[in-house]
């Protein structure tokens, strides 16, 4: 792969948050409809049809590509809400839809044959066998990879199978293989595969223990902060627990994923596109990170190391990893 | 379907020495009253090579005892070594029917009968018909779903069904050691730590409340599914076949009472206590099948007696 065709695929949560990517730089946008089918189904995000149709118009207006992510899995008893989604996707000339279920792909393989689908981060398709199961059987064109492979793994998967390679390169990160994990629902009943969400904010509660602020989900502690301390989100994996008599942030430290040094790294691996995390996230957030990676990939591009450009401000001061591109990280 | 249903012995998913996990197969090939048995490790490559020594005479007296063997694959399948495992498992015709813990076996198990394992997303119709398209003849489901969706995937009719019954919740998968991680270890230098907690480390939230438990990658329930209460409503659903997921416990026992309960010898309530006395320090739950939190233990609710 050659940094010529290399994507930059932009998250959007709101049609603010779709201008704003569009508008600085992104390749493609990824979106969700405001319902369970997707996988960041929170309040106030999302887009609802007429939506959708006005911010396919306006990214294609500009060239940038609309991929509309469908990648919860369907209730038993209740396929309709997920068919539909991709029913409209298709109806509003999305460029792709973005699927975990195989259910799912498989109707969408036969309803709608010209649709490109994208395999969603969520099917957690780890080795070359795996992802060529879902493009014989599905005609997947792309898949985005689980958050658990090093560079040089992902170098040979991209020769091993004969479809285009995504990757995340910024923002939230899953300790687990991703769509693989019912941390989430274990605490509250509800998780991101069947429900959308991880960690839900209806179940969150900040507790005030004498100068402490503890975090809580579903009732189990995640952290503990000191009074006027910023008490971070509890998610349920970036928080510390006691094992083996010591405590720590057993599974993670409350951090994001940052590989823009890595970049290079994975356009040679054979990387086709590379995928911001974010869309809860505001407009500013997202135009910010956008600008940033347009930068290192256009300077890719011209043959010249990418700059190195300061994120901090926008992890807000969060700690960053390369995760598991690393072998260290295991 | 009704009043047939059988019993299965999960694979064992700790790291227990080779000489353990023989002999508590041996032990259950003579007198656990389980129709079929799993073998193989499921959840850490590096650990295989330990048991490849004893699987046959262990697969060779299961077998002789009247036990459908079940070969079991490995979750997360990523290095070469992995790819080969799973070539190796799935390749040539054994005799064996084949659990596919990940879609890399399900594929290579394409056209013949096989099993899908309960790390595979079955959460629907659409894909259990797929998988039953593609020789799936049993699909033990994900711990996550409600009876409402067991009974909905079992009234399909398209393969037996399967839920885990007893024992620690698989939760989730990771390229990343948690047990190698609370020495400060690393995967590569592992020092296979985890074979020191036969039913793996206890986290506890930061007031002292136990909540996961850390079995090397895999993330796992504090708490031990028991679904004694349950067990003939999700048979009259259509479960065909429930699963003791092994623990350091006298599971011989915990057959015994799962099997009394189905064959209407015990009644639930009877065989409540008798499981807590095996089990004197864990914590149960049924939140799961109930619609509820994974840790919940609910009581005195009954489940949905149709297929919704």
């Given at each position: 792969?050659?940094?010529?065709?290399?994507?930059?695929?932009?998250?959007?949560?709101?049609?603010?948050?779709?201008?704003?990517?569009?508008?600085?730089?992104?390749?493609?946008?990824?979106?969700?409809?405001?319902d369970?089918?997707?996988?960041?189904?929170?309040?106030?995000?999302?887009?609802s049809r007429?939506?959708?149709?006005?911010?396919?118009?306006y990214?294609?207006?500009?060239?940038?590509?609309?991929?509309?992510?469908?990648?919860t899995f369907?209730?038993?008893?209740?396929?309709?809400?997920?068919?539909?989604?991709?029913?409209?996707?298709?109806?509003?000339k999305?460029?792709?839809?973005?699927?975990?279920d195989?259910?799912l792909?498989?109707?969408?393989?036969?309803?709608?044959?010209?649709?490109?689908l994208?395999l969603?981060?969520?099917?957690?398709a780890?080795?070359?066998?795996?992802?060529?199961?879902?493009?014989?059987?599905?005609?997947i064109?792309r898949?985005?990879?689980?958050?658990?492979?090093?560079?040089p793994?992902?170098?040979?998967?991209c020769?091993?199978?004969?479809?285009?390679?995504?990757?995340f390169?910024?923002g939230?990160?899953?300790?687990?293989?991703e769509?693989?994990?019912s941390?989430?629902?274990?605490?509250?009943?509800q998780?991101?595969?069947?429900?959308?969400?991880?960690?839900?904010?209806?179940?969150v509660?900040?507790?005030?223990?004498?100068?402490?602020v503890?975090?809580?989900?579903?009732g189990f502690?995640?952290?503990?902060?000191?009074?006027g301390?910023?008490a971070?989100?509890?998610?349920l994996?970036?928080?510390?627990?006691?094992?083996?008599?010591?405590l720590?942030?057993?599974?993670e430290?409350?951090?994001?994923?940052?590989?823009?040094?890595?970049l290079?790294?994975?356009i040679?691996?054979?990387v086709?596109?590379?995928?911001?995390?974010?869309?809860?996230?505001?407009?500013a957030?997202?135009?910010?990170?956008?600008?940033?990676?347009r930068?290192a990939?256009?300077?890719?591009r011209r043959?010249?190391?990418p700059?190195a450009?300061?994120l901090?401000?926008?992890?807000e001061?969060?700690?960053?990893?390369?995760?598991?591109?690393?072998?260290?990280?295991? | 379907m009704?009043?047939?249903?059988?019993?299965?012995?999960?694979?064992?998913?700790?790291?227990?020495?080779?000489?353990?996990?023989?002999?508590?197969?041996?032990r259950?090939?003579?007198?656990?009253?389980?129709?079929?048995?799993?073998?193989?490790e499921?959840?850490?490559s590096k650990?295989q090579?330990?048991?490849?020594?004893?699987?046959?005479?262990?697969v060779?007296?299961?077998?002789?005892a009247?036990?459908?063997?079940?070969?079991?694959?490995?979750a997360?399948?990523?290095?070469?070594?992995?790819?080969d495992g799973?070539?190796?498992?799935?390749g040539e015709?054994?005799?064996f029917l084949?659990?596919a813990n990940?879609?890399?076996?399900?594929?290579?198990?394409?056209?013949r009968?096989?099993v899908?394992?309960?790390?595979?997303?079955v959460?629907?119709?659409?894909?259990l018909?797929?998988?039953?398209?593609?020789?799936?003849?049993?699909?033990?489901?994900?711990?996550?779903?409600?009876?409402?969706?067991?009974?909905?995937?079992?009234?399909?009719?398209?393969t037996?069904?399967?839920?885990?019954a007893?024992?620690?919740?698989?939760?989730?998968?990771?390229?990343r050691?948690y047990?190698?991680?609370?020495?400060?270890?690393?995967k590569?230098g592992c020092q296979?730590?985890?074979?020191?907690?036969?039913?793996?480390?206890?986290?506890d939230t930061?007031?002292?409340?136990?909540?996961?438990?850390?079995?090397?990658?895999?993330?796992m329930?504090?708490?031990?599914?028991n679904?004694?209460?349950?067990?003939?409503?999700?048979?009259?659903?259509g479960?065909?076949?429930?699963?003791?997921s092994?623990?350091?416990?006298?599971?011989?026992?915990?057959?015994?009472l799962?099997?009394?309960?189905?064959?209407?010898?015990?009644?639930?309530?009877?065989?409540?206590?008798?499981?807590e006395?095996?089990?004197?320090?864990?914590?149960?739950?049924?939140?799961?099948?109930?619609?509820r939190?994974?840790?919940r233990?609910?009581?005195?609710?009954?489940?949905?007696?149709?297929?919704?």
């Open positions: 792969m050659s940094a010529e065709n290399v994507e930059l695929v932009c998250p959007a949560g709101t049609p603010a948050a779709l201008k704003a990517a569009v508008d600085a730089g992104a390749d493609c946008v990824y979106v969700g409809f405001r369970e089918t997707n996988a960041r189904n929170f309040p106030g995000l999302n887009f007429p939506e959708l149709a006005d911010g396919i118009a990214a294609h207006e500009r060239g940038t590509k609309v991929l509309v992510a469908i990648n369907p209730r038993a008893g209740q396929p309709e809400i997920w068919r539909k989604a991709v029913d409209d996707a298709a109806r509003l999305a460029d792709a839809v973005i699927l975990a195989v259910g792909c498989d109707y969408a393989h036969r309803a709608h044959p010209e649709l490109r994208h969603s981060v969520q099917a957690s780890s080795s070359a066998e795996a992802i060529r199961f879902y493009h014989q059987a599905f005609g064109q898949a985005v990879l689980p958050r658990v492979l090093t560079v793994e992902i170098a040979a998967l020769g091993q199978v004969p479809i285009e390679m995504e990757v390169v910024f939230g990160l899953c300790v687990m293989a769509g693989r994990c941390l989430s629902s274990y605490a509250t009943g998780s991101p595969n069947m429900n959308g969400v991880c960690s839900p904010a209806s179940h509660r900040y507790v005030e223990k004498g100068d402490k503890v975090s809580q989900l579903g502690t995640i952290n503990t902060f000191r009074s301390e910023s971070g989100y509890p998610t994996c970036k928080g510390r627990f006691e094992a083996n008599g010591r720590s942030y057993l599974f430290e409350p951090t994001s994923l940052n590989t823009l040094s890595l290079p790294d994975l040679a691996a054979g086709t596109a590379f995928k911001i995390e974010g869309r809860q996230r505001g407009r957030y997202v135009g910010n990170v956008v600008t940033a990676f930068r990939v256009d300077a890719i043959g010249e190391t700059p450009i300061d901090d401000a926008i992890t001061g969060n700690r960053q990893t390369s995760g598991a591109y690393e072998r260290s990280w295991r | 009704s009043g047939a249903a059988k019993l299965s012995l999960g694979p064992v998913l700790f790291n227990w020495s080779p000489e353990r996990w023989r002999d508590f197969y041996l259950m090939a003579d007198e656990a009253p389980v129709d079929v048995v799993h073998v193989g499921v959840v850490c650990r090579p330990f048991f490849d020594k004893v699987i046959p005479e262990v060779e007296r299961l077998t002789a009247g036990k459908q063997v079940v070969l079991s694959s490995l997360l399948v990523m290095t070469e070594r992995e790819r799973i070539r190796a498992l799935t015709e054994t005799g084949v659990e990940d879609y890399s076996a399900a594929a290579a198990l394409k056209g009968p096989h899908v394992g309960p790390l595979v997303n959460y629907n119709e659409g894909t018909a797929y998988l039953a398209r593609n020789g799936a003849v049993r699909v033990c489901l994900p711990p996550e779903l409600s009876a409402a969706t067991i009974g909905c995937l079992a009234g399909q009719g398209l037996e069904i399967e839920v885990q007893f024992g620690r919740l698989p939760l989730a998968i990771s390229a050691c047990h190698a991680r609370s020495r400060n270890l690393h590569d296979y730590v985890c074979g020191e907690d036969p039913d793996g480390m206890v986290v930061m007031d002292g409340k136990p909540f996961l438990a850390v079995n090397g990658t895999q993330t329930s504090y708490h031990y599914a679904l004694l209460g349950e067990l003939t409503a999700l048979r009259d659903l479960v065909a076949h429930f699963r003791l092994p623990h350091a416990c006298d599971m011989v026992a915990v057959a015994r799962f099997r009394a309960v189905l064959d209407g010898g015990r009644s639930a309530e009877e065989a409540a206590a008798p499981l006395d095996l089990l004197p320090d864990a914590e149960f739950a049924n939140g799961y099948v109930h619609g939190e994974g840790h233990m609910v009581q005195g609710e009954s489940l949905p007696s149709g297929i919704l």
